[in-house]
């Protein structure tokens, strides 16, 4: 498949709400969108990375010029046959999944259309629907967060998902758990804690937790192997895990008992179907994050989470949780029974809405 040429352009887009982790505020995103030409036709991709280099060194300043300088040039005018040689082809360049898998991912959407497939087919998906969750920021008071939950629940969301720092945890989760002794409960600490305060997060172990996200810094499985082994809750890793041989670390340490896997954090759809088949040997189940993207790093998502390994539900919600009005046709709604449906047209699925994207964009170049 040759790559006739490739628009970037970073749109600027206001959240319907701020969303506060541990590690600060979002209510600006900057969605780094590549556009590649393959033969007269445009497939999109997203990069997931922040303004900011706060959940990850990678910005989208930093992915702008890693795609200008390195990644673009790799591949421009090029011949490219499939997933495999563009991988090889990006190789040198050293880190900067996010910028890769931008790339990655709409260069899949592009072959999957070749094929004549929907993406969560192309990538071997064995359902046609995912179950969804809802990660819901840290709030002003637990009065706001268990109105949040209700709301959430209303809408018919499966599991919740809670941001927790110091001072924002056990008092939250516990007024969640005396309100909603059943629910599907997860926390995400984006790395707010430190092994020495392993005897103040064993106390989550009686809240019945499907897992505590990430409580340890990025790169340090052998903390997180010492502190599952204090904890029943299951750690799930996201941030330590960049690679499938990061994965494959963290499961011969038992530095988790879950993983999540963003295809945008790891470099595309390749990499995480290695971390997938991973952790399926080794019986741990992943589910897909989120990184409070458009329709078109959801509708990348969404296919992913097809796989069968994809045991629990993600951090996908519908459209209408995040934007007024979504960049792609049709916008991802949320079904009876908390699920979200993968679309079957070929390809990505979803018609990108250019003349909305036109009116968002900020910034934008053509390199051919
Ligand atoms: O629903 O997309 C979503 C948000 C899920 O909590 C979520 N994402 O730490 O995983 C995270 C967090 C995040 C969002 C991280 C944006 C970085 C940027």
């Known amino acids: 498949m040759k790559i006739d040429a490739v628009e970037l352009r970073v749109l600027k887009m206001r959240l319907l709400k701020p969303f506060r982790t541990s590690f600060g505020v979002q209510q600006d995103r900057y969605p780094l969108l590549i556009r590649l030409e393959v033969e007269g036709r445009s497939h999109w991709g997203e990069c997931v990375a922040s303004e900011g280099p706060w959940y990850s060194y990678e910005t989208v300043e930093t992915a702008w010029q890693l795609l200008k300088g390195y990644l673009v040039p790799a591949i421009l005018g090029r011949e490219v046959a499939d997933v495999a040689a563009l991988e090889t ?31 969560a087919r192309f990538l071997g998906g064995t359902r046609d629907r995912i179950e969804s969750g809802v990660s819901i920021g840290i709030q002003a008071t637990v009065d706001e967060l268990l109105r949040a939950i209700e709301k959430h629940l209303e809408e018919g969301y499966r599991r919740i998902k809670v941001k927790i720092e110091p001072g924002w945890d056990v008092t939250a989760i516990a007024a969640i758990r005396e309100r909603y002794p059943e629910i599907s409960l997860m ?32 790169g340090d499985l052998v903390d997180h192997a010492a502190l599952q ?7 799930c890793l996201d941030e330590s895990i960049e690679s499938a041989r990061d994965a494959r670390q963290a499961l011969q340490l038992g530095a988790c008992r879950v993983i999540n896997i963003k295809p945008g954090r790891v ?35 969404v296919a992913l989470a097809t796989l069968p390994n994809f045991r629990l539900p993600g951090d996908i919600s519908a459209s209408d949780r995040y934007w007024a009005e979504d960049i792609v046709e049709p916008p991802f709604v949320l079904q009876k029974g908390g699920t979200i449906v993968a679309p079957t047209r070929w390809g990505l699925g979803v018609r990108v809405k250019v003349e909305l994207v036109e009116r968002l964009t900020v910034r934008r170049e053509l390199l051919h």
């Open 229 to 235: 082994r204090q904890l029943r809750t299951p750690i």
């Open 89 to 119: 082809l990006f190789a040198p360049v050293r880190g900067h999944h996010m910028a890769k898998a931008a790339v990655e991912m709409a260069f899949t959407g592009a072959l999957a259309e070749h094929a004549r497939k929907p993406l």
């Open 187 to 218: 926390a995400d600490a984006n790395s707010a804690y430190d092994l020495e305060d392993a005897v103040h997060l064993v106390q989550f172990d009686r809240f019945g937790l499907l897992m505590l996200e990430q409580p340890l810094a990025v």
């Open 267 to 301: 470099g595309g759809f390749a990499e995480s179907r290695r971390i997938h088949d991973l952790a399926a040997e080794a019986s741990v189940p992943v589910w897909c994050g989120g990184m409070l993207e458009t329709g078109i790093g959801r509708a990348c998502n």
